[in-house]
């Protein structure tokens, strides 16, 4: 028993060393969503290129990406080309949320860098992006057929990332 | 000179102050309550920072809707369940008690709990052996010995 005793401080350490050894390396950054698992939140916006058409959620069919991004956002346009491919060549559903932004300069910047998306709803107060808890664009979800929110990525969509989320929607798919 | 640096102090401070103070109150319990609220709610984009302090569009933007629903008349529960079903219970710096959370707000006061029962079983330890074999700091062998001697010396 004493010689217990006298080994349970080497435990604790040890202990609390493999605890905080774990956390080294993790993204800090990344905090998980509580929308996870729920429906997509209701709203009435605007669509971006019609300002007298009003969309909501129903509008959103999954499944799909849905994409938060700005035109003041320079991680939007670094992704832009990869969302451009995985609409074209993949004809993966993408719904676009323009957070924040103007409606003219959003126009522009999709004529210039092409649009992705399957329809863009126009968000210029954050409401939407407020009920999505968005913290930093760009932001892509995963909406899956019944319209509930399944994955969340925060920052840019690469190719690396974009493999994560197509089987991510194919894991959807096989459920 | 220092009648001039006080002066110069003195607009520093208006000009901080103007910067933060630009939402307006019915009353001033609402005006604390938001205060409060606005110093322990944390930023979700700059995670060291609660929404009163940060400068981000993020914390602006919670800021408003905090003062947004202190107008409408939202209790404090409210307000923190609005924020936290959409950021998470990353948001409050002061987590809610969870089966989740036992530890982080438990967890301290166990380990000084235990702490305390280590060094009353170690103390006691040491007297009680202290106790049974007496001060004098003689082997067993040596106590026998002066037993006898003290007996021989009783006897005669």
């Known amino acids: ?175 | 000179m220092r009648a001039l640096l006080a002066v110069m102090l003195l607009l520093c401070a208006g000009v901080a102050q103007a910067a933060i103070d630009t939402y307006e109150f019915n009353d001033e319990a609402t005006r604390e309550r938001f205060t409060a609220l606005a110093a322990e709610l944390r930023c979700p984009k700059c995670q060291n920072q609660n929404i009163a302090d940060s400068n981000s569009p993020i914390a602006k933007d919670l800021r408003d809707e905090l003062h947004r629903m202190l107008e409408t008349g939202a209790s404090d529960d409210e307000i923190v369940d609005f924020m936290v079903t959409r950021y998470g219970e990353f948001v409050l710096y002061r987590p809610r008690m969870s089966n989740q959370t036992y530890l982080l707000w438990y967890g301290p006061a166990a380990l000084l709990v235990i702490g305390i029962v280590v060094v009353l079983v170690v103390s006691g330890k040491r007297k009680s052996k202290a106790g049974a074999k007496g001060d004098s700091g003689l082997s067993e062998q040596e106590q026998q010995r002066l037993d006898e001697l003290l007996k021989q010396d009783k006897d005669q």
């Open chain 1, 1 to 175: 028993m004493r010689r217990l005793l006298v080994l349970l401080p080497l435990a604790l350490f040890i202990g609390l060393g493999l605890f905080l050894w774990n956390g080294i390396g993790k993204d800090t950054n990344t905090i998980p969503s509580p929308l996870l698992n729920k429906p997509m939140p209701s709203f009435a916006l605007t669509s971006l290129y019609d300002e007298s058409r009003v969309v909501s959620a129903a509008d959103i069919k999954g499944p799909a990406l849905l994409n938060v991004w700005a035109t003041w956002c320079p991680t939007c346009k670094q992704e832009h080309a990869q969302l451009n491919k995985i609409a074209q060549e993949e004809g993966v559903t993408i719904y676009g949320v323009n957070y924040k932004d103007d409606r003219a300069k959003a126009k522009v910047w999709l004529e210039k860098y092409l649009d992705p998306y399957a329809l863009n709803v126009f968000d210029p107060e954050g409401k939407l992006g407020l009920d999505l808890g968005v913290y930093g664009a760009p932001e892509t979800y995963i909406i899956d057929a019944q319209g509930i929110i399944r994955y969340k990525h925060v920052g840019e969509v690469n190719q690396r990332v974009w493999e994560q989320l197509r089987a991510e929607m194919q894991k959807l798919g096989a459920n």
